[in-house]
């Protein structure tokens, strides 16, 4: 089954900065799929990334504000733009597993403090 | 969008009782699958049952789901307070490559 390194696993930022969080998959995926959870919240989908094309945003998400790449099979990131303290949230991606043992799995989370 | 409900938002039992957790959905779904949380990171996959499936057991794990009612019902027998985490219900397509639509959780604290 596939195991997702995430980093960084937290970050303390000044608004209007950006952040960079990494996902990298042991096994070549064809979707990944970046969520966030704010405080005491369950998950938001913020978009789905597949390789070769523009990822695809949920409504309320936008691409300047949480630009993704997807450059391979294994790997992708997700931009937190312009920073404000209300982007404070755990940060996850996630991958679906195929096969006998179905189901996702999930990054550790990067939890991000906007200050 | 988010499509799961579970109830009880929070639940506090001791040791060696059992915690059920229940959720509700919306829409029609191929398959419904339960998470754990642990204090705000990474979720970890308990178990999956298919739209077909009534129940499926996993360990101390017992799920059940009726899509007359759209609801599904997570059991943890003899609790233990290493089980202390969020619980989330999720719905998805199989194989379709579709995201998961989660539910707002419950929270379980396991007192010794």
């Known amino acids: 089954s596939a195991v997702i390194s995430q980093k960084p696993s937290r970050d303390i930022c000044q608004r209007g900065t950006s952040l960079t969080i990494q996902c990298q998959v042991d096994s070549q995926v064809t979707m990944m799929f970046w969520y966030r959870q704010q405080p005491g919240q369950s998950l938001t989908l913020i978009a789905t990334?597949?390789?070769?094309?523009?990822?695809?945003?949920e409504s309320g998400f936008v691409i300047d504000k949480f630009p993704i790449s997807r450059p391979n099979l294994t790997f992708s990131t997700l931009t937190v733009s312009n920073m404000s303290p209300e982007d404070s949230s755990i940060y996850l991606c996630?991958?679906?597993?195929?096969?006998?043992?179905?189901?996702?799995?999930f990054g550790s989370g990067t939890r991000l403090t906007v200050v | 969008s988010q499509q799961g409900e579970e109830d009880p938002q929070a639940l506090s039992i001791q040791e060696g009782e059992n915690a059920t957790m229940n959720c509700s959905y919306k829409?029609?779904?191929?398959?419904l699958q339960w998470y754990r949380q642990n204090s705000g990171r990474g979720l970890v996959h308990l178990i999956l049952i298919r739209s077909n499936e009534r129940e499926k057991h996993s360990g101390r794990l017992r799920v059940t789901l009726d899509t007359s009612k759209k609801s599904s019902s997570l059991l943890i027998t003899a609790s233990r307070a290493a089980d202390t985490a969020s619980y989330f219900c999720a719905t998805g397509s199989v194989g379709s490559g579709y995201a998961l639509n989660f539910g707002k959780g419950t929270s379980l604290l396991v007192t010794p």
């Open positions: 996630s991958v679906e597993r195929t096969g006998e043992n179905y189901g996702y799995t």
């Open positions: 990334a597949n390789q070769g094309s523009e990822a695809t945003y």
């Open positions: 829409t029609s779904i191929n398959n």
